[in-house]
């Protein structure tokens, strides 16, 4: 069975930090890129950050994270992560890792991240 949990969410303060991490298994991880996503309340999720099967070649991020977050991976253990830094209210969402493009229908639960003083 797939499973992806997510982890690490949380309350911090504008400018503040979090690294998520997500767990996959059920799936032959290092063969599927990756990817972050979000999805605040009302708003469509979207996609956050890409990185490919191998860790390399191809990161992608969204504009509007872009220079403030960083998706990396460990194929060994089964994970990948997002570091966080320099928060923004507008980040207020709930995470969810997923393969990208997202193939995998059971969705984690995500973890949410709540940006706000």
């Known amino acids: 069975q797939v499973q992806l949990v997510e982890s690490g969410g949380g309350l911090v303060q504008p400018g503040g930090s979090l690294r998520l991490s997500c767990s996959a298994s059920?799936?032959?991880?290092?063969?599927?890129?990756m990817g972050w996503y979000r999805q605040a309340p009302g708003e469509q999720r979207e996609l956050v950050a890409t990185i490919t099967s191998r860790g390399h070649g191809s990161i992608t991020y969204a504009d509007s994270v872009k220079g403030r977050f960083t998706i990396s991976r460990d194929n060994a253990k089964n994970m990948v992560y997002l570091q966080m830094n320099s928060l923004k209210p507008e980040d207020t969402a709930v995470y969810y890792c997923n393969t990208a493009p997202p193939w995998l229908n059971d969705w984690g639960q995500g973890t949410q991240v709540t940006v706000s003083s």
């Open positions: 059920g799936i032959l991880f290092s063969n599927y890129p």
